[in-house]
């Protein structure tokens, strides 16, 4: 069976840190471009980074540049965001999805290029 399954979410105080991960079974990641989404309740699904196959290009929205960084070690077949600085506007479900191809997107209205899409985890940042 091909899934993603993203971990890592949790509660944590405005300021603190989190890594979420992105682990692929049934297939391998090394030929997918893997992007982060969330989506807050009443809110539209947010692009938040995206890195490509090779792990050589990665694009950050705004909203969490230079707070958040994509990582992936193919070896392991994981992806990860290191989430620092976090505000209480982060708290989301925090999705990852898998692209075939080199290149991913950040845009949320081409978020349909991706074919994999895990369940989800949960980011609450409050005091």
């Known amino acids: 069976q091909l899934q993603l399954v993203e971990s890592g979410g949790g509660l944590v105080q405005p300021g603190g840190s989190l890594r979420l991960s992105c682990a692929a079974s049934g297939f391998t990641l090394n030929y997918y471009a893997i992007g982060w989404f969330r989506q807050a309740p009443g809110k539209e699904r947010e692009g938040v980074s995206c890195?490509?196959?090779?792990?050589?290009?990665?694009d950050y929205a705004d909203s969490v540049k230079g707070r958040f960084t994509i990582s992936r070690d193919n070896a392991k077949n994981t992806v990860y965001l290191q989430m620092n600085s976090l505000k209480p506007e982060d708290t989301a479900v925090y999705y990852c999805a898998a692209k075939r191809g080199p290149y991913g997107t950040i845009k949320p209205h081409l978020s349909y290029v991706y074919d994999y899409w895990g369940q989800g985890t949960q980011v609450t940042v409050s005091s």
């Open positions: 890195i490509s196959s090779s792990g050589s290009s990665t």
